[in-house]
């Protein structure tokens, strides 16, 4: 309120937009417009000429119409829409006027607000640099720039575009930003954008939201899908979230789950935004309760009453799974968390437990529970993006040292899934509790993984090749 720039440090669901969408409300309904008046448009040190309007005569640019006095910028179509909302909805008794441009539908209808005027204009990065290249957008009166997730605009690779709006707004105005982790880069566009700010940083002693119980499924990759339907068939899934790692993965489970009479929706960018917008308004709605999503929805995407959320792959970065976990439990209500870990992912969940700072615990209760132990650090596979090394590798292994283990042991066992989510309703009624048959050590019989090969197997093959190559000789 004060006008001093912002650099705010929060996890997701603790009401950021609110906190700068009430002021900035407040702010330009009580307090004349910065640069200039609503006759004209100013230069970038807020200087006009006689007639109140500058010498640039662009496209739409007519006196008297409302200028742009407060940016958001947002990193996701998803996130610019419901920052919209939220302003219109605070702002419904007030005179400001807001829009919202974002890419992947038709720029009429945005062109058309914006040739109106506005006062507080919300936008994801690309739609903006074109309205500006064409003329529509004049940002020369701004007061007020909000920079939103500035993390994830990092992660997506918008940090140029960030520098190009930001050198087109006036050097008088106030710049608030806000991000749920403080990478290197995003701390140098902060010290950058920045001047003489006020930080504020919520950091709690857990980064995943106490409200929501977390547990952990430990199940072979190819009967995710058979645990997953069989979760969503109880009636104490009222409305699940479902994160899966790639696009053709959510596409995938989409389909397995409509082949299992499970309506579903699946979002992702390689849909087109109506087809984003309507599965999103659906699941809000009601008329569908399950989303399958890529991690475009694990940041910002706000929707009310989601009993759960399901990783069904873990994510390659462990801060995801903070801000996928945090899509339920909101504002204080409480929700599920459920994460299936096949072998392959064991190390992924080390890092996301080092980083949350508590085990997860495990359900075991099921007929897909995979008993393979976790494998040790030197036969674990690469992890293209690892930030951080697993708990044994940093302690660095050594037979007074060995990697770590996952335990299994009775503490580290939650209780059922359905105890946890209502005390008088047990959802794993019918559940076998026996584990399923196994052929050999590792091996999932039932599902038929592949053939067992021993340790020596590659040796003798490699000898008998061989063997043949000097009779042939």
Not at 155 to 173: A, K, N, T, W, Y
Not at 216 to 225: A, L, P
Not at 256 to 284: C, G, M, V
Request: glycine share 8%; proline share 7%; hydrophobic share 35%.
């Amino acid at each position: 309120m004060a006008g001093r720039d912002l650099m705010g440090c929060a996890q997701t669901g603790t009401g950021k937009t609110a906190a700068f969408a009430l002021p900035i409300l407040h702010r330009l309904e009580s307090q004349p417009p910065l640069h200039g008046d609503r006759s004209g448009r100013s230069d970038r040190s807020g200087r006009s000429d006689r007639s109140g309007r500058s010498d640039r005569s662009d496209r739409g640019d007519f006196g008297g119409k409302r200028r742009i006095r407060a940016l958001v910028l947002t990193p996701t179509r998803e996130l610019a829409a419901q920052i919209g909302e939220s302003f219109a909805a605070y702002g419904r008794h007030s005179n400001m006027r807001s829009t919202v441009i974002f890419g992947g539908v038709g720029q009429g209808p945005q062109t058309k607000a914006l040739t109106h005027g506005v006062d507080i204009l919300v936008a994801t990065p690309g739609r903006l640099l074109d309205l500006i290249q064409q003329g529509f957008v004049h940002l020369e009166s701004v007061e007020i720039f909000v920079l939103d997730e500035a993390d994830r605009m990092l992660d997506m690779g918008f940090i140029e575009d960030v520098r190009r709006i930001v050198s087109r707004l006036p050097e008088r105005r106030q710049t608030l930003m806000f991000s749920a982790t403080m990478p290197d880069k995003v701390q140098d566009l902060a010290n950058s954008i920045l001047h003489d700010c006020v930080r504020v940083s919520i950091t709690p002693e857990a980064p995943a939201a106490e409200t929501v119980k977390q547990s952990v499924y430990f199940v072979e990759h190819g009967d995710k899908r058979e645990l997953l339907t069989h979760l969503l068939s109880h009636s104490g899934v009222t409305r699940a979230l479902i994160f899966t790692r790639t696009k053709h993965g959510a596409d995938k489970v989409t389909r397995h789950l409509r082949h299992a009479n499970i309506p579903a929706e699946a979002i992702h960018s390689n849909k087109s935004q109506t087809a984003r917008t309507r599965a999103l308004d659906e699941f809000k709605s009601g008329k569908t309760r399950v989303l399958v999503a890529s991690d475009i929805a694990a940041r910002g995407i706000d929707v009310d009453d989601i009993s759960h959320v399901i990783n069904y792959d873990l994510p390659q970065e462990p801060e995801l799974y903070v801000h996928r976990i945090g899509r339920t439990g909101r504002a204080g209500a409480s929700g599920i968390a459920l994460t299936f870990c096949d072998p392959n992912e064991r190390e992924v969940l080390d890092t996301i437990e080092a980083l949350i700072r508590a085990r997860i615990p495990t359900i075991s209760e099921h007929p897909w529970h995979s008993p393979i132990p976790s494998m040790q650090a030197n036969e674990r596979p690469a992890q293209p993006g690892r930030r951080r090394p697993s708990p044994s590798a940093r302690r660095g292994a050594s037979p007074q040292n060995p990697p770590r283990e996952r335990s299994h042991s009775p503490r580290h066992e939650a209780a059922p899934w359905g105890s946890r989510l209502h005390q008088a309703e047990d959802l794993h009624d019918g559940i076998a509790a026996s584990p399923p048959a196994h052929g050999r050590p590792g091996v999932h019989a039932q599902h038929g993984s592949a053939e067992h090969i021993g340790p020596g197997e590659p040796n003798r093959r490699r000898r008998r090749r061989r063997s043949r190559n000097r009779n042939a000789g």
